[in-house]
């Protein structure tokens, strides 16, 4: 049975922290937060009136999958308590119901650690344009959608609103410092690695995807945010693709296609979205979660 689409949660019985593009959070006390998985939908970084129904259920179960899979290479933000027991008010256990986690409190990195193994998207129109993605030298002669020789680590800084945007290893150095910004750029090409072989086994080829980090009161690197949903990773179906042209996606491409065909200069507000268009994109998103995990929606 689906629930009702969540477009902004209501908890009034934690002080709210923040809304995201996505998320919204509370405190928990003073050293853990709640994290609220909404069903809002951004694309080119403007968030959309329609909600995807099932979206952030899906996005915060395929998220604790992954969290759970790769804790060996670095620690996480879980801390294993139930949402539900730490709101109090009406209705409020039903909002936060399979689409939230108790977290742990770290101080963010000013970086998106990305991670690039087929040329697609932003770093397609990169390499067209200067035969690099964010300043990596690649071979000549690559085609759209081709896999790259090898993952490529292109960071990028956060913006709250608006586009985020591309910057060099040297700007993160400076942001962060030498031995940080080397382990980031380490450990994320090594999550990329590990998913992206696990997802091949699925019949996924995962494009691309960011993940976050930040670090704890020891000053420990801890992987946050979210990690390899279908908003934060390009999701290929292995037996549509092909090189040469743009893969259909289990992730929110389907929208970005569509929005491509009208006339919208890509700030707000965004055009609203056909009912078809809607109910497809809830549909892949779904898809995408029982392929990976092996597992319906809970």
Known sequence: MRSAPLYESEIKSLPRLG????????????????????????????????????????????????????????????????????????????????????????????????????????????????????????????????????????????????HDENIGFEQVEKLVGRELAAKVRDTSLRLYQEASEYAASKGIIIADTKFEFGLDPKGSLVLIDEVLTADSSRFWPADSYRVGASPPSFDKQYVRDYLETLDWDKTPPAPRLPPEVIAKTSEKYREALERLTGRKLS
Not at 25 to 33: N, Q, S
Not at 73 to 88: A, K
Request: charged share 30%; hydrophobic share 40%; net charge neutral.
């Open 19 to 162: 809304r995201g593009k996505v998320r919204d959070i509370y405190a928990v006390g003073e050293d853990r937060m709640l994290i609220v998985t909404s069903d809002r939908l951004s694309a080119f970084d403007v968030v959309l009136s329609d909600p995807i129904p099932d979206k952030g259920r899906v996005l915060n179960q395929m998220a604790d999958f992954w969290f759970e899979k790769l804790a060996h290479i670095v620690p996480n933000q879980l801390t294993g308590i139930d949402p539900e027991s730490v709101v109090s008010g009406a209705g409020e256990k039903e909002q936060v119901r399979g689409r939230s986690v108790v977290v742990r409190r770290m101080k963010p990195l000013p970086i998106e650690a990305v991670v690039r193994g087929y040329l697609i998207g932003s770093g397609w129109k990169d390499y067209q344009a200067t035969g690099k993605v964010c300043g990596i030298e690649l071979p000549e002669g690559l085609r759209q959608a081709e896999k790259l020789p090898q993952p490529i680590f292109t960071p990028a800084t956060k913006a709250e609103e608006g």
